[in-house]
C-alpha cells in the first residue's frame, strides 16, 4: 500500500468516527477526496464538498453504512492494484467505490454534482490504465449474519436444516433451564447444533451464519419467554486476572511468576465452562429424541 492509500483509509475511517459512525464505502470516498493526487482532484466539486455533503445527510444514514461493503471494496482495489502491477493507491480504490455502486456513494456524488463516469476515467487514467477498463468484479462479500451483513431472511434459508432447527426449537429443554449457567450452556449447544447442521449439509456461508442468527435468537426469545428473569443478556461471570505492573507494596522480584500465570484464570474458566456445557447436554438429551434428521 502506497502512503496516499494509507493516509485516505485515515481520513476516511476519521471522518466515520467524527459522525458516530460505522465506516462505509461513503466515508472512504470523502478520505479519498481529503487527499491529494489524481483521485483528490477527480472528486473535486465546484459546490459543496463531499464531506459537507456526506455530513449534511448523516441522518439518512444511521448508525452508520455497511463495513463489510468497504471491506470488499478495498479488496477489489487490491486486486485491481495486483493485475496492474502496482501498490494500491487512492485511484485503485476511487475505481472499485465507483464500480461497487453503493446507493449511498452514488448519492453523495449525485448531490456533489459530481459524474462518477468522469470519475472513474480520471482514476483509471491516474492508476495508468485505458479509459475502457472493464468494470471491477467485486470479491464475494462475507457471509450474510457476519459483522455487520444482515443475515438472509428466513424464508430464503434452507428447508431441511430450518425445518430441523424448528424442531429442536420445540423441544428445547426449557425445564432445565434455572439461571444463566444453563442458559448459556443451552446457548452454546443449540449453536453448535446449527453449524452442525450447517457442515452436514455441505451449505454456503450465507446459509451456515443466517441459520445461527435466526436460530439462536429464537431460542433467546423462547428462554426469555419461559423465565422472564433471563430475558436481559447473559452477564459476565467476572474471571480473575493480574493486572500487568506490581501492586504496591509487593517485592518486585514477585512480579516475573505472577505474570506467567496471568492465563491460567480464563483457562480454568474455559474448562468449567466446556464441563458445564457437557454435563447439561447428558441431563436434557432425551428431549431431543426423534429429532428428524
Known amino acids: 500500500m502506497s502512503d496516499r492509500y494509507l493516509e485516505a483509509m485515515r481520513l476516511g475511517l476519521g471522518f466515520a468516527r467524527e459522525l458516530g459512525q460505522r465506516a462505509g464505502s461513503v466515508h472512504l470516498l470523502v478520505g479519498i477526496s481529503l487527499g491529494d493526487g489524481p483521485a483528490a482532484s477527480a472528486l473535486s466539486s465546484p459546490g459543496r464538498s463531499l464531506r459537507e455533503v456526506v455530513t449534511a445527510g448523516a441522518a439518512e444514514l ?8 468497504h471491506l470488499q471494496a478495498q479488496e477489489a482495489a487490491r486486486q485491481f492494484a495486483d493485475a496492474l502491477g502496482q501498490r494500491r493507491a487512492p485511484e485503485h480504490l476511487l475505481v472499485a467505490l465507483i464500480d461497487q455502486g453503493t446507493a449511498e456513494v452514488q448519492l453523495a456524488l449525485e448531490r456533489a ?39 438472509l431472511p428466513v424464508e430464503r434459508l434452507d428447508a431441511r436444516a430450518w425445518r430441523v432447527l424448528r424442531w429442536r426449537q420445540d423441544h428445547l429443554p426449557l425445564d432445565r433451564v434455572h439461571g444463566h449457567p444453563q442458559a448459556g450452556s443451552l446457548y452454546h449447544l443449540e449453536a453448535r447444533a446449527a453449524l452442525r447442521l450447517a457442515s452436514r449439509l455441505g451449505l454456503d456461508g450465507d446459509q451456515r451464519y443466517s441459520l445461527l442468527h435466526h436460530h439462536t435468537d ?76
Do not use: K
Open 62 to 69: 444511521g448508525p452508520g453504512a455497511a463495513t463489510w461493503q
Open 218 to 293: 429464537e431460542v433467546r426469545r423462547r428462554v426469555a419467554a419461559a423465565n422472564p428473569d433471563l430475558a436481559s443478556p447473559l452477564r459476565d461471570r467476572p474471571r480473575p486476572h493480574l493486572r500487568r505492573g506490581h501492586r504496591p507494596g509487593w517485592p518486585r522480584q514477585v512480579r516475573a511468576p505472577l505474570q506467567l500465570l496471568a492465563g491460567w484464570g480464563v483457562w480454568l474458566e474455559n474448562r468449567r465452562t466446556g464441563l458445564r456445557d457437557r454435563w447439561f447436554l447428558l441431563r436434557t438429551r432425551a428431549a431431543y429424541r426423534g429429532c428428524p434428521q
Open 113 to 151: 454534482g459530481i459524474d462518477p463516469a468522469a470519475v472513474r476515467e480520471a482514476a483509471l487514467a491516474g492508476a495508468g490504465a485505458h479509459g475502457s477498463y472493464p468494470s471491477l468484479a467485486m470479491p464475494s462479500p462475507m457471509p450474510a449474519g457476519t459483522l455487520d451483513r444482515p443475515p
